[in-house]
């Protein structure tokens, strides 16, 4: 070449471009995926303390607490609500209401009632089954097992989890 006229043919052209548009198009898709991927864990990770948190209250006040029954006070379903009167002698019922666990403490109204978890956690399912709670020496040594199956709820429906849970809780005192 004379004059020292350099360049690219375009040819050259589109193939780096054709390249450098691919190389572009798999880094947002691997920034995405990774984004949701975090999404995703911090989705799990919330549902995880709510949960956590929720089962270990609920526990420690029924190990320690006496006079289990199923009753229908709030959730009006037999086996999704527990009554049982604490260690502090106040009465404590545990229900489901929506995609709620509720905690209503010493009180017959359920419009007083607490949620227990976050919004973005919603309970799918709450069941409760006693054994061993009529009182006497010889019945067993009375206890609740409890199952619950959550939902995590975020901004898109592909990025939930759903976990499930199932406890014994043992009360800690005999019953006389």
Not at 128 to 154: C, E, H, K, N, Y
Request: one cysteine or more; charged letters at 20%.
């Amino acid at each position: 070449m004379i004059g020292g006229n350099r360049g690219f043919t375009l040819l050259e052209m589109i193939i780096s471009i054709g390249i450098f548009s691919t190389i572009v198009i798999a880094s947002i898709g691997i920034t995405i995926g990774i984004s949701n991927a975090q999404i995703k864990a911090s989705s799990v990770q919330a549902a995880q303390d709510n949960i956590r948190f929720s089962v270990e209250l609920m526990t420690k006040e029924m190990r320690t607490g006496s006079q289990y029954e199923l009753s229908h006070l709030c959730a009006g379903t037999s086996g999704e609500e527990i009554r049982f009167v604490a260690s502090s002698g106040t009465s404590r019922v545990y229900y489901r209401s929506g995609a709620s666990l509720m905690r209503l403490v010493d009180s017959t109204n359920c419009s007083t009632a607490k949620p227990l978890m976050s919004e973005e956690v919603g309970v799918e399912s709450l069941r409760f089954r006693i054994g061993g709670a009529t009182p006497g020496a010889t019945d067993g040594q009375p206890w609740v097992m409890v199952s619950l199956s959550i939902r995590s709820r975020g901004s898109k429906p592909v990025l939930d989890s759903q976990m499930d849970l199932q406890t014994m809780v043992v009360q800690r005192f005999r019953d006389q």
